[in-house]
């Protein structure tokens, strides 16, 4: 991490144009769009369809299945697919895993929310759950093709990719709804699960993971089950370090999926909100990945992340500044453009740390129970509180509230930082090594 930090503004640029940082591009597309499918543009949907707010705030809960993908991720690592599985384990997971994303889209798209609301949640939460094991693969393997000195760049790559999924699906899905209908908008965005299917055939399997023995039965199975926790726990200090993971975005999280009510209640019509929330906000989220890198290269990890804990809380109070301006383009640019540069630049460093925390032996099951864990809390806060907290205190103070609750997770990583904890809890993938890991157990 000391040569991370002194090395030159040119040499944290150049990285960016290697192979795998680019196939880190195509797989954040990839895993973008299916979270803006049941995130933001299922909110816009609802909402203009007339179903009340406690209702659409609820269906955040259809996220909690990427909280879940922990208990599943092994089956990535550890079950090799029958035919298809000869093109190699991450690359066969991946193509199966963006067929089920494709397929469920497709399903919430021919699902109308005022007939049957119950159906749509359903649909909602198969979308999520074939998102989930989407992202399964395609973290795993986008940490194993990038070297160590990598990670950084290809977190920063993968935000990149992630934002254009997201914002890309959730511009075209607005568009084409307001002139065809949200059926069709859902059918054309399940195209953007190609990227990521298309890299994986492109770069191959990775080096970084070579499997060397095969073991079949019920011990192998269950192996493959427990390995991967109990090598994380077994790490000084895991239990702080799982605390931080749980609670480092609790604030941001219960924010965010409550934008797009708080741009409905300020009457911004679908081109407004395209225009900012989308366009504008996709470009301050590029450059905020962009000097994100720049500054993770030369800041280091520890201090690269601190700074970008304390940027994603401090968005929120732009917009209680919003909600209480009222309907403002400027306002609203303001604050779009605040918290999409905050989270990405936090996108770069947090998730560079997240990566190097993982044993390249078990980095599905490792880096799902890391993700799920990210945001499971503001997962469930925003499900059952978010709506309510809303009526009961107003936009303004809902905000103030977000950002305080923020602070804990500042803090704490803070004091991981200046204990060396957070040096001891490097794994495997954020340490030069010999490429050849050997993974045992696959059944």
């Not at 399940?190 to 191959?204: T, Y």
């Not at 219960?254 to 409905?264: E, G, I, K, V």
């Not at 940027?311 to 640019?333: E, P, R």
Request: charged share 15%.
């Amino acid at each position: 991490m000391n040569a991370q930090a002194e090395r030159t503004w040119g040499d944290g640029l150049r990285p960016y144009l290697e192979k795998a940082p680019l196939a880190a591009l195509a797989l954040g597309v990839s895993s973008g769009f299916p979270y803006a499918m049941i995130g933001a543009t299922l909110t816009t949907r609802l909402a203009q369809s007339g179903i009340d707010k406690k209702t659409v705030t609820a269906f955040s809960l259809a996220f909690l299945v990427y909280n879940l993908k922990f208990l599943w991720a092994w089956i990535v690592d550890g079950v090799r697919l029958p035919g298809i599985g000869r093109l190699g384990q991450r690359v066969s997971w991946l193509l199966i895993a963006g067929v089920l994303v494709i397929a469920a889209v497709t399903h919430l798209a021919l699902i109308d929310p005022q007939a049957d609301i119950a159906a749509t949640a359903l649909a909602a939460i198969l979308v999520g759950a074939a998102g989930a094991t989407f992202d399964i693969v395609i973290d795993a393997y986008r940490i194993e093709i990038l070297e160590p000195r990598q990670l950084g760049v290809g977190a920063g790559m993968s935000q990149y990719g992630w934002r254009i999924g997201s914002a890309g699906a959730g511009a075209l899905a607005l568009v084409i709804a307001a002139r065809s209908g949200w059926s069709l908008a859902y059918l054309a965005c399940a195209s953007f699960a190609l990227p990521a299917m298309i890299a994986a055939l492109v770069v191959g399997e990775p080096e970084r993971r070579h499997v060397v023995a095969e073991r079949k039965g019920l011990p192998a199975l269950l192996e493959a089950i427990w390995r991967p926790f109990v090598q994380f726990f077994a790490r000084p200090g895991a239990l702080v370090i799982l605390a931080f993971i749980l609670i480092h975005k609790i604030g941001d999280t219960l924010a965010n999926l409550t934008f797009r009510l708080l741009f409905d209640d300020l009457k911004f019509s679908n081109d407004e909100i395209a225009f900012y929330d989308v366009g504008l906000g996709f470009w301050a989220y590029l450059i905020g990945i962009f000097a994100g890198g720049i500054l993770y290269a030369r800041m280091g990890l520890k201090r690269s992340v601190l700074l970008a804990l304390v940027l994603m809380a401090v968005s929120n109070l732009s917009f209680a500044g919003l909600a209480a301006a009222g309907h403002s383009n400027v306002g609203m640019a303001g604050a779009i453009g605040f918290e999409n540069f905050a989270s990405g630049f936090g996108g770069v460093a947090v998730v560079a740390y997240f990566s190097a925390l993982c044993d390249l032996r078990f980095t599905a099951a490792q880096y799902a129970l890391i993700s799920a864990a990210a945001s499971i809390l503001g997962r469930i806060v925003t499900g059952t509180t978010a709506g309510a907290l809303i009526e009961w205190m107003g936009y303004v103070n809902f905000y103030l509230f977000t950002t305080v609750i923020a602070l804990p997770g500042v803090l704490l990583f803070w004091w991981m930082s200046h204990t060396g904890m957070i040096d001891r809890s490097i794994g495997s993938a954020g340490t030069a090594g010999d490429g050849d890991v050997r993974q045992e157990g696959s059944i």
